[in-house]
């Protein structure tokens, strides 16, 4: 029989009682009293003998205790730190449940006018490896470890998310690459709880369709919720969002600007996005949107050519750093839209743009900014240095964790 690579073919917990100590490098440790809560397999003093998934000890090298942390036997990412006391095994379920019920409370001070936010946050609620968004009455979850692949978390999770969104579907949300990367055995995106998949969300007033379970990834991107109302607060005239997908920005613009115009490379999400128009529109609470397919390097240049003119504009393209080695290149993506779009900005129209790479930093992209500014020859003066929204608090010393720029500014 060969041996399939598969994270469940050890078993755990571990033998009953013994909770595995795994012992990392002094660069490990100092990460760790820095206040990350990762260590890299490379920074682990020595191969860990841990169960897939497991809880272990967390020593430095001269045995000095540091807590306990969920471990994965495939990721680069060897351990995440979940307490920084020895807990057992046994005790996951409710502290998972504790961290669930605190995680919640703090949505109810910083999303308390919106039926629609991320829920849990992992590292950010100090349950790394687990995202949960709720879309109205869909909760969607996202499993992105061997440790909340169990059996028994998956359980602690659902439990108490029912328990605080008694009427709520939960639905998972697969992501195959995660699932390999982590080697879990495949599994399909499924409903777990309740019987809807699918709902209609309101966000700053604004109504989008949600459907957890089709091809195409819908929902919102729940990280610009804040960013959409302040954006319309600033935008005027006639505006153009350029990575539209289903219409986030566009559709908080058509309720204040004359003419909106959003484009996106993709036929699917700009179906979603007019179906979202539709709904909005049976409410008068929106005005007309010019749906685009195109790619927006080459509409913009034409655009530009053709000497056309916004009051706004919009840019949140799709993460152009997925890693470090290729920020050079990213910035200059990034620069080239800019400069593209503050050419073509009414004098005193507004940009609204955006980075979700984490690698580009918010200087580097401020850089970037002022470069493109300068080039186009523009003076252009910031009125908002923006994040995610705060039901995606950053958590500090663990920088993935702030991904989201959004610089709101006004060009004379
Ligand atoms: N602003 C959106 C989110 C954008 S996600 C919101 O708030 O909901 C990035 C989008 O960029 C995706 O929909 C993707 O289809 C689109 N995209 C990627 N490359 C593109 C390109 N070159 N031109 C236009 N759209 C692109």
Redesign the pocket.
């Known amino acids: 029989m060969t041996k399939k690579k598969d994270a469940h073919a050890k078993t755990f917990p571990s033998a009953e009682g013994e909770t595995p100590t795994v012992t990392v490098s002094p660069r490990g440790a100092a990460r760790l009293r820095a206040g990350h809560v990762w260590v890299y397999r490379s920074d682990l003093a020595k191969d860990a003998d841990a169960p897939a998934g497991s809880l272990v000890h967390v020593r430095d090298e001269r045995g000095r205790r540091i807590g306990s942390a969920l471990y994965s036997s495939a990721s680069q990412i060897a351990i995440r730190m979940i307490s920084a006391e020895e807990i057992a095994d046994a005790d996951l379920p409710s502290l998972i449940a504790e961290r669930i019920e605190s995680a919640v409370a703090f949505r109810q001070q910083v999303a308390r006018d919106t039926g629609s936010y991320r829920v849990i946050f992992s590292e950010s609620d100090w349950l790394p490896g687990l995202i949960v968004d709720k879309y109205n009455d869909v909760l969607s979850l996202q499993i992105l470890t061997q440790a909340f692949d169990r059996d028994d978390l998956r359980q602690a999770v659902t439990d108490s998310l029912s328990r605080h969104f008694p009427e709520a579907s939960i639905l998972e949300r697969v992501d195959t690459r995660i699932r390999e990367l982590e080697q879990l055995p495949a599994r399909e995106s499924q409903l777990l709880l309740g019987d809807r998949s699918g709902t209609i969300f309101t966000v700053n007033g604004v109504r989008f369709h949600y459907d957890g379970l089709s091809g195409q990834k819908t929902g ?2 729940l990280d ?1 919720r804040e960013n ?1 109302a302040t954006a319309a607060s600033w935008a005027h005239g006639e505006a153009l ?9 566009a559709l908080h613009l058509a309720r204040v600007c004359d003419k909106v115009t959003a ?4 036929r699917a ?1 700009l179906e979603v996005a007019e179906q979202n128009e539709t709904l909005n529109k049976a409410e008068h609470r929106c005005g007309e949107i010019e749906w685009i397919e ?6 913009l240049k034409d655009y530009a050519t053709a000497g056309r003119q916004y009051d706004t504009i ?1 840019l ?3 993460a152009f750093a997925k890693t470090k080695r290729v920020v050079p290149t990213a910035l200059k993506g990034y620069k080239e839209l800019n400069l593209r779009a503050l050419k073509m900005l009414r004098p005193g129209g507004t940009l609204v743009t ?1 980075s ?1 790479s984490f690698h580009v930093s918010e200087a580097e992209f401020v850089e970037m900014l002022g470069s493109a500014a300068a080039d186009a020859g523009r003076r252009v003066r910031v009125l908002e240095k923006r994040g995610a929204a705060a039901d995606h608090p950053e958590l500090l010393n663990v920088p993935e964790t702030a991904y989201l720029k959004c610089i709101i500014c006004r060009a004379t």
């Open positions: 919102a991107f610009q959409y969002d350029c990575f539209t997908y289903q219409g986030g920005f484009l996106d490379i993709s999400a195109a790619n927006a390097f080459d509409l919009v949140d393209p799709p955006c979700c």
